[in-house]
């Protein structure tokens, strides 16, 4: 376990992200992070969200399956 403090910056309350847990997210600055809260109230850290990649190939199949109708659509 990794500990950090939270800080007001402005109107904002931060946490900072140490190079240990940028490493272990394989993140780096200026990218996106994505947290979810679990059912037992945790929140989970992720710098990769399987639910947005699973919504985004959907909607490229449905995409592919429609093409002339979208384009008609455009």
């Not at 940028?22 to 639910?51: N, Q, W």
């Amino acid at each position: 376990m990794i500990e950090t403090k939270i800080r007001k910056v402005g109107n904002s309350a931060v946490i900072t992200l140490t190079t240990e847990m940028l490493t272990m997210l394989d993140a780096k600055e200026g990218d996106t992070l994505f947290v979810v809260r679990g059912d037992d109230g945790s929140l989970r850290v992720m710098a990769h969200d399987p639910t947005v990649a699973e919504a985004l190939a959907a909607a490229e199949v449905v995409m592919d399956e429609n093409r002339d109708l979208l384009q008609a659509l455009a």
